[in-house]
């Protein structure tokens, strides 16, 4: 008997249920239980009446646009012409209504007394009394609105401005040459936000994020904030291909407001470069020496060829190949000290007091270097032949003793397969 009871109960909600759908469908409107609730917001954070809650039901697929009216005949949109289906049912399930949270942001307006200088993407309706209009047009073009009002108090309306924003230099060349290898980007935040991006745009809409430098100031909060643009290439990663892009910084706060600025940036010879010591001695060797056994005060010759493999040119700085070194001297002796980006050829041995204390361009000015600005380069693709001597003046601690060579990317590496290349035993003998 229950059983028969439950049967006859659940049949009747079928019914009901389908007949509820017939009459929803039958009803020849376009929006049917429009409703926003509460009628009254205070849009300012504080977790207390911030949101209200529109819903509708759509009997037809539509086209809707939500829009906000003040007092003063000003129009405020919230959506416009979203594409949005019917809403379904079926026997078993009743419709259920689009809900939309409406937090008293609207798309960015400009107010007469607006000082921001860029552009207001989304922003709160200040206090007032306003009127919601909810209109939807079908695919015939039929279309239907219904209003209501909306009453919006204590409105946190002070945006997360983005001041003085700036990019410098703003053309740069990532390629770890040591020139002009980062831009330096800043602003001053006027209040707190929730988050700040800070991106390139591409031509197709890609983002290149770019990270803030950390220092004293925490992210998002009021005050200045700089970044350190390298365009990836310290971490291992490819620059943006060259080219002009847009540098676009957002800031949005804890109520939705959103403010954007912008500025430009120029990307010119971009790219990780990469560089070494190959081997093409007749022997299989990378380093050739002229002797493997030299007396004291004679001159130890050596040859090597160093190739840019990568895409972009590598730059090189003195003393020239075929320069000769006392065997108690370094690369300063001649006038050449480190240089943050430069590449040179070096050799060390086993009792050096420094790291590769002899030191050669990776070329031959106009043979295999060229001339960029005041600066010479080895360009991508080019090898070079590198010859260089060292004149054994004293007898080391250790004899024999081991030479090698190395190719330094001076204050930024030397690698794994371009450190100790080739290690020579050699024999320095007395008189």
């Given at each position: ?11 009747a909600?079928a ?7 017939q009459?929803?469908?039958?009803d ?15 849009p300012n ?8 809650e529109?819903?509708?039901v ?5 086209r ?18 979203q ?6 049912t ?10 939309v ?22 922003r709160?309706?200040?206090?007032g ?21 909306l009453q ?10 983005l ?29 707190q ?27 998002g909060?009021?005050?200045?904030h ?6 990836g290439?310290?971490?291992?990663l ?24 912008t ?5 010119r ?10 081997a ?10 002229s ?8 001159t ?8 840019n ?7 090189t ?5 075929g ?19 430069a ?41 070079a ?23 330094i ?23």
């Amino acid at each position: 008997m229950r059983l028969l009871t439950a049967l006859i109960a659940l049949a009747a909600l079928a019914v009901g249920l389908v007949v509820a759908h017939q009459v929803l469908y039958a009803d020849p409107r376009l929006l049917r239980d429009v409703s926003l609730k509460p009628a009254t917001i205070t849009p300012n954070g504080d977790g207390k009446d911030d949101v209200a809650e529109l819903s509708y039901v759509l009997t037809r697929n539509a086209r809707v646009s939500i829009t906000f009216v003040g007092a003063d005949g000003t129009r405020y949109d919230f959506r416009h012409d979203q594409p949005r289906s019917l809403n379904r049912t079926n026997a078993l399930s009743p419709v259920e209504p689009y809900h939309v949270l409406f937090s008293g942001v609207v798309n960015g307006f400009r107010r007469p007394d607006d000082r921001f200088p860029g552009e207001v993407v989304a922003r709160v309706l200040p206090d007032g009394d306003y009127a919601w209009i909810v209109s939807a047009t079908d695919d015939a073009g039929v279309t239907e609105a219904v209003s209501g009002s909306l009453q919006v108090r204590e409105a946190d309306t002070a945006l997360p401005e983005l001041l003085d924003f700036t990019v410098s230099p703003e053309e740069f060349t990532p390629n770890q040459d040591g020139l002009d290898d980062h831009t330096f980007i800043n602003y001053y935040l006027t209040r707190q936000a929730e988050s700040v991006q800070v991106y390139l745009l591409g031509p197709n809409g890609e983002r290149y994020a770019i990270a803030e430098r950390q220092r004293g100031i925490a992210p998002g909060a009021p005050g200045r904030h700089d970044y350190d643009y390298d365009g990836g290439i310290n971490v291992g990663l490819s620059p943006p291909p060259d080219g002009t892009y847009p540098v676009v910084a957002e800031a949005q706060d804890r109520i939705g407001q959103r403010v954007r600025v912008t500025s430009r940036l120029t990307i010119r010879d971009g790219g990780i470069p990469r560089a070494q010591i190959v081997a093409t001695q007749p022997d299989g060797h990378a380093l050739q020496w002229s002797a493997t056994s030299v007396m004291i005060s004679h001159t130890l010759y050596f040859t090597l060829t160093v190739e840019n493999y990568g895409t972009v040119p590598i730059r090189t700085t003195g003393p020239a190949p075929g320069t000769c070194y006392d065997s108690d001297q370094n690369f300063n002796r001649f006038g050449f000290a480190e240089e943050s980006g430069a590449w040179r050829v070096g050799i060390d041995f086993d009792t050096s007091l420094r790291n590769y204390p002899f030191r050669w361009a990776v070329g031959t000015q106009g043979q295999d270097l060229v001339q960029i600005g005041r600066y010479w380069y080895l360009p991508a693709g080019r090898r070079a032949t590198v010859t260089g001597c060292i004149r054994l003046v004293d007898v080391p601690p250790r004899n024999p003793l081991q030479f090698w060579a190395g190719l330094i990317h001076e204050d930024v590496e030397i690698s794994d397969f371009n450190n100790r290349v080739d290690p020579h035993w050699i024999t320095v003998q007395e008189p």
